[in-house]
C-alpha cells in the first residue's frame, strides 16, 4: 500500500470531473474551475465571485472531455450560452431559438 500522502490528490466527481482532494485551499474544488479562476484574476474585466469565476458565467471544455483541463482547452462562457448549446449532449430536446444559440460560427462579432 502506498503511503499516506504520495498519491495524485485527484479524483473524479460524481459527473466525471476532476476534484482536487489533496489538504488545503484547494480542497474539494473541481479542478477546471480552479485553472479557469487563475486565467480570471490574470485576464477577466468582469467583477469575480468567490471562486474566481464571474457570476452568471461557466466554465466549457471546448472538447467535451471532462478531464482535459488545459487551459487552450477551456472556454469561459455566459450561463445560458452554455446551457442552450450543451442541449444535444444532454438530450434534451431544443426550439428554434435555442439552435440558433449552439451554432458558434454563425454568431457576429
Not at 485553472?35 to 474585466?45: K, N, P, Q, S, T
Not at 474566481?52 to 471544455?61: A, E, K, L, M, Q
Request: aromatic content about 10%; hydrophobic content about 30%.
Amino acid at each position: 500500500m502506498a503511503k499516506k500522502g504520495t498519491g495524485s490528490g485527484v479524483g473524479l466527481h460524481e459527473k466525471g470531473y476532476r476534484r482536487i482532494w489533496r489538504r488545503g485551499p484547494l480542497y474539494g474544488k473541481l479542478e477546471h474551475r480552479v485553472v479557469m479562476a487563475e486565467l480570471c484574476r490574470i485576464w477577466c474585466y468582469y467583477p469575480l465571485n468567490s471562486d474566481g469565476i464571474p457570476h452568471g458565467f461557466d466554465v466549457h471544455h471546448q472538447d467535451f472531455f471532462k478531464t482535459h483541463n488545459c487551459p487552450s482547452n477551456l472556454l469561459l462562457i455566459e450561463h445560458t450560452l452554455h446551457y442552450h448549446a450543451d442541449q444535444d449532449r444532454r438530450g434534451n430536446n431544443r426550439t428554434a431559438t435555442a439552435t440558433a444559440l449552439t451554432n458558434f460560427e454563425d454568431i457576429d462579432d
